[in-house]
């Protein structure tokens, strides 16, 4: 019996929008990965989506160490300082956990929904092919 030829398969290429959202789904690491990633590098669509992931993961840090800075003299307070400095980081982390959720949603379903200021920087790194 003769052996048989066999092909390579190509690899499935994800849906657009499955792979829209996933560019959120870890941050600046599916972001990057979307950006380095061959298939998806040259679409626009994604590489909007995966830089606005990474413009977006890295203004939440930025904001994050901002609040730190803000919210360490208050937490020095005994009690009353705790349960401010606590609210403030439930408030900054839910409101985090909404924008990641939404904007992995709005991807999914095909919309693209540009954040103010760090979307405008997306678009525009988007289109600099």
Same mark, same amino acid.
């Given at each position: 019996? #003769? #052996?048989?030829?066999?092909?390579?398969?190509?690899?499935?290429?994800?849906?657009?929008?499955?792979?829209?959202?996933?560019?959120?789904? @870890? /941050? @600046?690491?599916?972001?990057?990965?979307?950006?380095?990633?061959?298939?998806?590098?040259?679409?626009?669509? =994604?590489?909007?989506?995966?830089?606005?992931? +990474? !413009?977006?993961? @890295?203004?939440? =840090? @930025? &904001?994050? =160490?901002?609040?730190?800075? !803000?919210?360490? #003299? +208050?937490?020095?307070?005994? !009690? &009353?300082?705790? &349960? +401010?400095? =606590?609210?403030?980081?439930?408030? !900054?982390?839910? /409101?985090? $956990?909404? $924008?990641?959720?939404?904007?992995?949603?709005?991807?999914?379903?095909?919309?693209?929904?540009?954040?103010?200021? +760090?979307?405008?920087?997306?678009?525009?790194?988007?289109?600099?092919?």
């Amino acid at each position: 019996m #003769p #052996p048989r030829a066999t092909s390579a398969a190509a690899p499935a290429a994800l849906e657009e929008n499955v792979a829209a959202a996933l560019c959120y789904l @870890v /941050g @600046v690491l599916t972001g990057v990965l979307f950006l380095v990633l061959e298939p998806y590098n040259r679409n626009p669509t =994604m590489r909007f989506h995966a830089f606005q992931s +990474i !413009f977006a993961w @890295v203004a939440a =840090m @930025v &904001i994050g =160490m901002a609040l730190s800075m !803000f919210s360490y #003299p +208050i937490a020095a307070v005994p !009690f &009353i300082g705790w &349960i +401010i400095d =606590m609210l403030l980081w439930l408030a !900054f982390s839910l /409101g985090v $956990l909404v $924008l990641w959720l939404f904007l992995m949603y709005k991807a999914y379903n095909k919309e693209r929904y540009v954040l103010p200021v +760090i979307g405008a920087w997306a678009e525009k790194q988007a289109h600099s092919l």
